[in-house]
């Protein structure tokens, strides 16, 4: 018996091995074939945001209840303002009173205005009698004793004029100047009050209210959830390695927790550019697309967005693929891995390019190939 060779032998052990552990052939498929990213979020409303209180107190009335269509500016609750209410009406009585004291029937102004008056005639009377006085003098008329007299009386009456004109200018100042910080104090003390007044800052639905009537409540502690009316927004949570693939206008199918089996399509609204770093993923709003969309806010849901589909394409379980993207097969009772081009690929499945063709019978990794 001729001797053999240590690799020969090594060549038909792994035959034989490849033989005996008859795995069945595999053959790659055409079908239709999707690619989609997996992603999990929440429904929320549109443009949600949490209304809170600018004060603290005790809440005097809740005026909506949950489910609520309100109006912008329209009043939620009202919190205990006695208080405020007895210093806004207090600023508002002296900005009345600052105003009344600069308008025509102000006595202290008129007072000062028919003085003015007195003096402005005074002056207007002692000026015409000077001239008349100049002007006989100029004639050699009269004496100039009287001539300088008419001139110091004419310059008593100009003083007073001035000194009136002056209290009175310096009175309006001040109370113009009294009646600005009156308006600025009752602007200040009705924002006060106003803040005891919790307003919706938007058209939209109250979701939920986190106060009732007697509660206390601090400042900017929330007490409603409001967003606009109609269908919610889904926002999702796509992994930092998917997110390449994802762009505006894809299809989603949807699962929510709430509505069991039901499937939802949706359409991709909007991609954020900002990496969460706490679970490294990046936001990603969509908004359904039929109107039987659920309406409910805050529940969990399970995504799929559609990134690529193609038909009739050549498919092979995933399992079957070797690390490099190869396949075993075996030729003329030799086994041996061959390189294909790979493109779609789901968790069980993966699209075949070029390398092989449904004929190709392949063969299932062994353990040790699997990757």
């Not at 000077?130 to 100039?144: E, F, P, Q, S, V």
């Not at 693939?245 to 900002?274: C, F, M």
């Given at each position: ?220 502690e929330v007490v409603a959830l409001l967003g606009e009316q109609g269908q919610p927004l ?55 697309t039929a109107a039987t969309a659920p309406t409910f806010i805050h529940g969990s849901v ?70």
């Open positions: 018996m001729p001797p053999y060779h240590f690799s020969n032998i090594a060549a038909l052990a792994l035959i034989a091995c490849w033989g005996c552990q008859n795995h069945p052939a595999i053959h790659a498929t055409r079908k239709h074939m999707i690619e989609a990213v997996y992603a999990s979020g929440r429904i929320i409303p549109v443009n949600e945001y949490s209304q809170s209180a600018l004060c603290t107190g005790t809440i005097a009335r809740k005026l909506v209840k949950d489910g609520d269509t309100v109006k912008k500016g329209q009043l939620l609750y009202l919190v205990n303002n006695i208080s405020a209410d007895e210093k806004a009406a207090a600023a508002a009585k002296n900005y009345t009173i600052a105003e009344q004291n600069l308008s025509p029937r102000s006595p202290h102004l008129a007072d000062l205005a028919l003085a003015l008056q007195n003096t402005q005639i005074r002056y207007a009377g002692d000026s015409l009698t000077y001239h008349r006085w100049k002007t006989l003098w100029a004639d050699n008329i009269g004496t100039r004793n009287n001539l300088d007299n008419c001139f110091n009386n004419l310059q008593v009456s100009l003083n007073e004029k001035k000194m009136a004109e002056q209290r009175y200018l310096s009175a309006l100042n001040d109370l113009q100047v009294s009646r600005n910080n009156a308006r600025s104090l009752a602007a200040d003390a009705q924002k006060a009050l106003n803040d005891y007044s919790i307003r919706s800052d938007r058209d939209g639905v109250v979701y939920q209210t986190f106060k009732e009537s007697g509660e206390s409540v601090r400042s900017n889904i926002r999702l949570a796509v992994d930092q390695q998917d997110i390449g693939k994802i762009k505006n206008g894809q299809s989603v199918l949807v699962q929510s927790d709430a509505t069991g089996n039901a499937i939802y399509e949706a359409t991709i609204s909007r991609i954020y550019p900002v990496m969460n770093e706490l679970d490294q993923t990046f936001r990603v709003d969509a908004h359904f399970e995504a799929n967005i559609i990134v690529q589909q193609k038909q009739n394409v050549l498919v092979l379980p995933l399992s079957a693929l070797l690390p490099g993207d190869s396949v075993g097969i075996v030729e003329k009772r030799k086994p041996r891995k061959i390189p294909v081009k790979t493109g779609i690929r789901t968790p069980d499945e993966v699209e075949i390019i070029s390398g092989i063709t449904e004929m190709t019978e392949i063969q299932a990794p062994t353990k040790e190939q699997q990757p």
